[in-house]
């Protein structure tokens, strides 16, 4: 199992378990920057996922690629506490 196999398998156990999640965001376009804030999993798709974040008291979603976990853009806290 490659490690974008296995990023994408843990994203969808927490999908299925319990999709309320702390992410760190950290990218220039567009400009997002979250340290450990709460967001819920709303999808996730064969190449991405979606969550829905609220730091500016609106609800906003996001569409994060895999590849962005591995890559360090994207950090979900509960990722780090099942290794």
Known sequence: MTSLEA?????????????NIHVSVSTSHPRICLKNEPAVLKGVYPHIFQIEERS?????????????????????VE?????
Do not use: A
Request: charged share 25%; proline share 5%.
């Open 7 to 19: 990023i994408r398998s843990k994203i969808k156990g927490l999908y299925k378990s319990n999709p």
């Open 56 to 76: 500016s008291g609106v609800p906003k979603c996001h569409t994060i690629q895999y590849t962005e976990v591995i890559t360090k853009q994207i950090e979900l």
């Open 79 to 83: 990722l780090n506490d099942n290794e």
